[in-house]
């Protein structure tokens, strides 16, 4: 978790995709689930840096420190979001906080946010319903999501010339490969 917390962004590749001959560590697909983990992971994690933090600066507040108790009231804000199972980067704070407060924690789960949605090669195109289930998940989460079946960009790479890239592509029905895409998104994530 320490690697995380000096990325400048996350890519959460998740499983949308059922194959009897790859075993889920669960033991059935769930994407949502997945997510879920991983964001509980993360929260606590969060949650234990405020926490730290927050007692460090009662004691400053306490004594009537004006700027210890700006920053205790947003560290109790950010502490009530995640004790209700939601990310940072979902809550609501001015331009100002983010920057003089939240960015200094590094908080995990303030980050910007890809999710990654690896389905099968049918479902290339147009998603499926687990990825319908992951957009809904998300939408109040300020993440931007991509589907990706990287059966097929393995595929793809096997290729060896760019004519042969092309052909297989429009086979597909696809206008680039999905590694593109996800590139140029993460530049995006990046600002």
């Known amino acids: 978790l320490a690697t995380i917390r000096e990325t400048d962004a996350i890519i959460h590749v998740l499983r949308c995709f059922d194959n009897d001959n790859i075993i889920h560590v669960e033991g059935s697909v769930d994407p949502i689930r997945d997510k879920e983990i991983i964001d509980i992971e993360l929260q606590f994690k969060d949650l234990e840096t405020v926490e730290k ?28 979001g995640l004790e209700q199972s939601k990310n940072v980067r979902s809550l609501d704070f001015s331009e100002k906080e983010r920057e ?20 099968s090669e049918d479902a290339a195109v147009d998603g499926n319903d687990f990825v319908n289930q992951i957009k809904e998940a998300v939408a109040q989460e300020n993440a931007e999501v ?40 993460a530049y995006q994530l990046l600002s």
Do not use: H, W
């Not at 960015?103 to 910007?112: A, F, G, S, V, Y």
């Not at 991509?146 to 393995?154: G, R």
């Open 53 to 80: 933090r927050l007692e460090k600066v009662n004691r400053a507040a306490r004594t009537g420190d004006k700027d210890a108790q700006k920053l205790q009231a947003v560290l109790l804000q950010i502490k009530e």
């Open 100 to 119: 003089e407060v939240i960015t200094e924690l590094q908080l995990i789960t303030d980050k910007p946010v890809m999710y990654v949605c690896n389905v």
């Open 146 to 185: 991509l589907i990706l079946a990287v059966s097929i960009e393995a595929d793809i790479n096997e290729l060896d010339s760019y004519d042969e890239r092309q052909l297989f592509l429009e086979d597909l029905g696809l206008s680039e490969p999905g590694s593109a895409k996800l590139i140029r998104s």
